[in-house]
Nanobody
């Protein structure tokens, strides 16, 4: 089970930190990622972390503004978002996979077997 938190309403240029806590498994996920979906658009990869947290990947438009990290226990992944703009408005989803190793986080939502319920991020001008 994945449970996201931390979404909300923020002004342009502001910051938010999303959290995703995994539970119900004894092992850590091999890959954990964040996706987002804006109204009328397809779900898109935002950021991911794999391989003992040494490898991360980001959507081009969020590079330099977003960071992804995981706690020492490996059960919670964070998405720190800074300098937010209107185009970041979306429902953000946490995703994970436990049974397959990846060299880099997959950007294909079909690769992930566990999903959170989503948390709304709204950026206002």
């Amino acid at each position: 089970q994945l449970v996201e938190s931390g979404g909300g309403l923020v002004q342009t240029g502001g910051s938010l930190r999303l959290s995703c806590k995994a539970s119900g498994r004894t092992e850590n996920a091999k890959v954990m990622s964040w996706f987002r979906q804006a109204p009328g658009k397809e779900r898109e990869f935002v950021a991911g972390i794999v391989r003992d947290d040494r490898v991360t990947s980001f959507l081009e438009s969020v590079k330099g503004r977003f960071t992804i990290s995981r706690d020492k226990g490996g059960n919670t992944v964070y998405l720190q978002m800074s300098n937010l703009n209107f185009n970041d408005t979306a429902v953000y989803y946490c995703a994970a996979r436990y049974d397959r190793w990846y060299f880099i986080p997959s950007e294909d939502p079909g690769e992930y077997t566990y999903w959170g319920q989503g948390t709304q991020v709204t950026v206002s001008s």
